[in-house]
């Protein structure tokens, strides 16, 4: 529905476009004989460091339980310094080339087969070249190995050894076997890059980990940067700092040592390590200081900056929309099916409430973009919906974009991920994720995307609870000056756990062939439980024919296109992708009741959604199925033991290293299941051993609760399980697995059927 | 394993028949016409066969997008691909060439040729055609028939003049319909086979090879006359295939002296022939890490010992010749052998590149034959993997050769074995348990273990014990023989099975085996449609001694239950002492193959299993 329209204004980001199409660049030179001159001269070099951590040679006893130990490990940098000009010699270095270095050495101690195993084989990219209009850039990665024997003897593995296993003009992909590697070894190697590119190319961000699951008793890295180079730099959680330094020609130099950095021992199940664990992250940029300088909000060169201000980078961001807007106009051509709604809806704008008229628009604006197909390359792809996965930021900017034009004010609301960094400590205009905020309604304002099933007011969990996320009104599509953006800060709320919930309703009974369990399930999903399972069993069709009537469109899509000349063939292929995709139907419901129960299911009937969960006005998705399953009935003498906890589905089970736990918990979103089983008595059969399923475990963090009644003809049990919140401090763990436990321990229960008399 | 042409490609037509995984009838092959054309080459390849492969696409239904592969390598070329679409030449057709990587090989010359078909609209045609050339008839050693889309109608015509002697030997053709026609012109003799109305084969998984399941002609290239050369001998006879792997055996080059010293180092010290062997196959599999090559005649020449035993990796060739040198240098009969996996439908009564796809190391000892395949990781000395059981060996014997067949092992071979010695303590189970496991299901678990990083190990072990299950709870764990692959691999430890126990009123209901091994193994017939192939033969007891506690007594007993099956068994019993319980439940799989005829028989042994799994055990106070 929306195109991009471009504009060609003779305005300064036009100009630049210019400029870069006249850079010329030259290819670097790849034949055998230089490659291996220049991969000898980078091994002499490399392998001389004066760093004596690279030789040495003794690991700590304690740490011999671990499966590796890494002794030392650097990455050396150099972006257009003077002292590394000897790299630069290796390739053409062409007019306004950027020769880029990047070395990681690693030296590390095996100890088992696990560790033999990682290193015995490397596999990289040794030669790697983009072009285009606005870029020619050419990667080339050179290799050094040493095995190090105990008995202290030095072995060079020959990089001739290596085989090509992408032989292209373009691309070259390489692999080499690493010989005589045993347990007991030190393997000392590098890996190097050495990238020449235009210079109005980005430089990769540097994220480097100062934790690593075995221990590393030195860690290092260097950078040197040419004075053309802006830098900047932040350290998170306790991370060290980079001392920094002027090095030869003014080139900026920035080191970090650290020794001794134990193993973390406990797993990453719900970490954020942006938020908890000690990294470091550094950006090389393009210094300008030029008349786009301020356009393009370019960092001066030459210039370190440490811990940007957040506002730095939301600039960045809103200077990208500016630049947009003053290149491409947005034009938004609509469907018929819901051109002649938006003229409806228009007429009667006056009379619908903000809340009414954005949520009309937004089902529009849904409708038109992912579901009123008119052709398609492969139809199979389209009926899957498996072709539609969507850019989230950018989907909601256009719907964004779409209000606007149709006077919903909206503001765009930036935050991080919860999982991201704290919003005070990003590094790029990349941490930041955006959902729109109408404006002037009473409902909740926040609009996300987050699947083609998405309803207005749809918060993504990723954004929920975000501190200080920033609201912009970028104003008008034609407002390119981001002065006149209007910030402001706001809190984002979070999910309460029974809005993401899943809430299961069963009718158990024993089947004619009493081995086999009978189930009338009937399951409702809700809130951020609810997408997956909407992509699995809700066919297009229905969708399609669901929406479409809400538009007051009396036509299928098949009798739609089925009029049109130009798409009569089309609507004739496409039901029959429709029939075979409701066949197909059956297969996803099963593998839904198969994933639930994590049991094998005998047979499956009766299945359907009930309510897609598509529209606000009944947001829940709804689907049942009648279901056989064997294995869960014993029997003894004339009595049936039911492995009735086994009707909870498959439950979460923390073991081993992941009960131990230092870190805060960063779990998704705060969510609740509630089961409703009503297990119909046989008759001639009473019920026992029902007191032992009564279960509460109740806490701050959570809770798991069953209530068993049993009326005489059924039992009825209740069981509620509730994360409470995303977030719980690591004080909370143990109240966690408190309730994490008893469901799992829950899942074993069984009830005894007695036979009477 | 190492590459021999025709096992290779085999692999790779398998795995172009994904694309059929939702095979439907939406896009057909309506005709396709293949020639095989053998024909005088030039002084460096006198004998070539030229290959035309044409494929008609239809599209049934609806619109769609298709991928299409081809594979070639060093030995045979792929000298051209077109496409068009409804009779016009595609836009920007722009196939992609590049190598091809499979699982378990680090490299191998093999390259794939693929591209997007598309169909837009229903009635769509598409017509695909390549030109390949084979380099060395050798080279060129089967033709498969079917197609990964339903096929209509395919002509394969193989084009054989006169002075090439050539043999076409049919497989698994019962069940399609094929017709077969030989007419003579000139003085070529032209074979042409229809296959008509053929379903896509669809992978499933733990299926035996595709030359064991797919029509297909097996092509014996025996003895060419060109027109302008003399008489170049093939594979006429098994001795010729043996000769030409022998030529390529005396050219490896292994330096006797270096590795000499290693040998004696490993057996230093060692009486009796049996110990040193033991040592040196240990010393193998431990130290040689398994990297194949697959690159022009690397595929099939061994690498030097000495290199081997240096770089500490090697395919199978590779360890077989170097633990064939390790013998001779101790003064022991070590020698190669080649043999084709049970993957391969073919024996050496077909002299044939495509006849064996492994190379092992065989230990003559007097009157007796050891089989030391170095690429088991982790089997015992003198245990045989299923994979080679049963099958033909070509073992080098001088100028000669000898032919054999591996012996078929027993499951017990694989005995996996439980046993528990419990206590009641409440609803809680209390006691210890001791568990080993032998031949592949040794390998299996050592596999496994030695694969996980050494201080996350236990934890490794525990999780596969409890198998999610938080109520079995294990302490004290004891390990025994992990590194040590020649002995059981036992562990023990101290149960607490929590809440084991139902207790209604007077009554305990008990179940008494939480494995329940293959319970789960029965098969959707409408879906499975080949064979099954098991890992291996297994054999699986498990036992627990139970003390019943004073004042109870047993309320019911489950009934003993046995199926005595030609491929299987399966038993389980209770039986009841003054003072205990004692149940066991057997099952031993006699056969590795599952025929599909044999699977809904399967399927009721199964129920059965299951049944008797279900009947638990109830005590009384």
Known sequence: ?????????????????????????????????????????????????????????????????????????????????????????????????????????????????????????????????????????????????????????????????????????????????????????????????????????????????????????????????????????????????????????????????????????????????????????????????????????????????????????????????????????????????????????????????????????????????????????????????????????????????????????????????????????????????????????????????????????????????????????????????????????????????????????????????????????????????????????????????????????????????????????????????????????????????????????????????????????????????????????????????????????????IEGDQRKRKLDVYAPFPRSLEYDIRFAIPQGYAVEGLDALNKRVENAAGSFICEATNTGQSIILKVRKSYNHAFEPVANWENMLAFIDAAKEWSNSRIVLKKNG | MFRFGTSFFLSLLFASCLFAQDSDDNITIESALETYRFAAGDVAHPVVVKQ??????????????????????????????????????????????????????????????????????????????????????????????????????????????????????????????????????????????????????????????????????????KQATPPAGSQITYFNTLADQYNWYRSLVLQIGNDAASVKNKALELTKGLNGDEEKVKALYLWAQENIRYIAYEDGIAGFKPEKAQEVLAKKYGDCKGMANLMAEMLKAIGLDGRLAWLGTNHIAYDYSTPSLAVDNHMICVWMNKDRTFYLDATEKYIGFNEIAERIQGRPILIEDGEKYLLKNIPVANPQQNTSLEKRYLTIDGNDLKGKVAQLWRGESKEWLLTMLHSAQKEKLEEVLKRFLTAGNINYQISNLRVFNLQDYNADFKIEYDLLFKNAIVSVGNEMFLEMDNRKDFSKMSFDTTERKLPYQFNFKAHMVFETELDIPVNAKVASLPSHFAIDHHAYSMKGEYKVSESHIFYKREILLKNALLPTEQIPEWNESIGKLNEFYNNQLALSH
């Open chain 1, 1 to 653: 529905m929306f195109n991009a329209v471009m504009m060609i204004r003779y305005a300064p980001a036009f100009l630049l476009f210019c400029l870069c199409a006249t850079i010329q660049t030259a290819i670097a030179q790849t034949d055998a004989d230089k490659y291996h001159e220049a991969a000898e001269s980078l091994r002499k070099e490399i392998w001389g460091w004066d760093r004596p951590e690279f030789t040495r040679r003794a690991v700590p006893v304690e740490y011999a339980k671990y499966s590796k130990v890494v002794l030392a490990r650097r990455m050396d940098v150099s972006a257009d310094s003077k002292k590394k000009i000897a790299f630069r010699a290796l390739s053409l270095a062409a007019y306004r080339e950027l020769a880029l270095m990047e070395v990681l050495r690693e030296s590390v101690k095996l100890n088992d087969q696990s560790a033999v195993s990682e290193y015995s084989e490397i596999s990289y990219t040794q030669l790697e070249r983009k072009g285009g209009f606005l870029m020619d850039r050419t990667t080339v990665v050179y290799l050094g190995i040493k095995v190090i024997k105990p008995n202290g003897e030095v072995r060079e593995i020959n990089a001739d050894d290596i085989v090509l296993t992408k032989d292209q003009k373009k691309k070259k992909e390489a692999k080499i076997a690493v010989p005589d590697l045993q347990a007991g070894d030190i393997v000392d190697y590098f890996i190097a890059k050495q990238t020449n590119m235009s210079q109005l190319e980005a430089i990769p961000p540097y994220l480097f980990l100062f934790y690593d699951e075995v221990p590393v008793m030195h860690c290092s890295m260097h950078f040197e940067v040419g004075k053309k180079y802006a830098v900047e730099y932040r350290s998170y959680n306790g991370a060290p700092e980079f001392k920094t330094s002027k090095g030869e020609d003014n080139d900026n130099v920035l080191d970090i040592v650290k020794e001794n950095i134990p193993a973390v021992e406990e797993s990453s199940l719900w970490t954020a390590p942006f938020r908890q664990l000690p990294l470091v992250r550094l950006n090389i940029l393009l210094g300008n200081k030029g008349i786009l300088a301020s356009r393009l909000n370019a960092r001066k060169p030459g210039e370190l900056y440490k811990n940007q201000e957040s506002e730095e980078y939301l600039e960045d961001k809103l200077r990208r929309i500016a630049n947009r807007r003053s290149m491409t106009r947005l034009v938004f051509d609509m469907g018929k099916t819901s051109g002649e709604y938006l003229k409806q809806v228009r007429k009667n704008r006056n009379k619908m409430s903000t809340d009414s008229l954005a949520r009309e628009l937004f089902y529009i604006f849904r409708f038109d973009t992912f579901l009123d197909q008119t052709t398609a390359k492969d139809i199979r792809k389209l009926v899957e919906m498996s072709a539609l996965e969507l850019d989230e930021s950018l989907v909601t900017f256009f719907l964004g974009e779409f209000l606007k034009a149709e006077e919903v004010d909206n503001y765009m609301v930036y935050a991080t991920l919860n999982k991201g960094p704290r919003m005070k400590e990003i590094l790029s205009s990349d941490d930041l994720n955006s959902i729109i905020m109408v404006r002037g309604g009473v409902a909740s304002p926040f609009y996300g995307f987050g699947s083609i099933f998405t309803n207005p007011s749809y918060l993504p969990y990723y954004f929920e609870g975000a501190n200080g996320a920033l609201i912009v009104n970028t104003r008008g599509p034609r407002e390119t000056n981001i002065n006149k953006f209007e910030k402001s800060s706001v809190k984002i709320p979070v999910s309460k756990s029974h809005e993401n919930g899943r809430i299961e309703q069963m009718e158990a009974s024993l089947s004619s062939d009493p081995s086999l369990l009978e189930i009338k399930r009937k399951s409702v999903l809700r809130g951020h439980y609810k997408s997956d399972e909407q992509q699995r069993l809700i066919l297009f069709e229905d969708y399609y024919n669901a929406e479409r009537k809400y538009f007051n469109d009396p036509k299928t899509l098949i009798e739609k296109l089925s009029d049109g000349r130009k798409t009569k063939k089309f609507a004739e292929e496409l039901e029959s992708a429709f029939a075979e995709a409701r066949t197909k139907n059956k297969e996803s419901f099963l593998e839904e009741a198969r994933s639930f129960f994590s049991e094998e299911i005998k047979e499956i009937k009766n299945y359907k959604v009930d309510n897609m969960g598509v529209r606000h006005t009944n947001p829940d998705l709804v689907y049942s199925s009648e279901i056989k399953m064997d294995g869960l009935v014993k029997k003894a003498g004339s009595s049936y033991i039911i492995d009735i906890g086994k009707l909870q589905g498959g439950q979460l089970s």
């Open chain 2, 52 to 221: 035309t492969l044409v494929a008609s696409y239809l599209c049934n239904k609806y619109r769609a997008v298709i991928p299409v592969a081809e594979f070639y390598n060093d030995q045979v070329q792929l000298n051209d691909v077109s496409v068009k679409v409804n009779d016009s030449r595609l836009k920007n057709f722009k196939p992609v060439h590049e190598y091809y990587s499979s699982d378990g090989i680090f490299y191998s010359d093999a390259r794939v040729c693929y591209f997007s078909l598309p169909f837009e609209k229903k009635g769509a045609r598409g017509e695909v055609s390549f030109q390949k050339t084979a380099l060395d008839p050798r080279y060129f050693t089967s033709i498969y028939f079917t197609e990964p889309f339903f096929l209509k109608k395919k002509e394969v015509q193989v084009v054989v003049p006169r002075w090439m002697k050539v043999e076409l030997k049919e497989f698994n053709f019962h069940g399609y319909s094929i017709a077969r026609q030989i007419k003579t012109e000139g003085d070529m003799d032209i074979h042409t086979y229809t296959i008509e109305n053929a379903k896509a084969l669809k992978s499933e998984k733990q299926s035996p090879g595709m030359s064991r399941l797919a029509p297909h002609l097996l092509i014996l290239t």
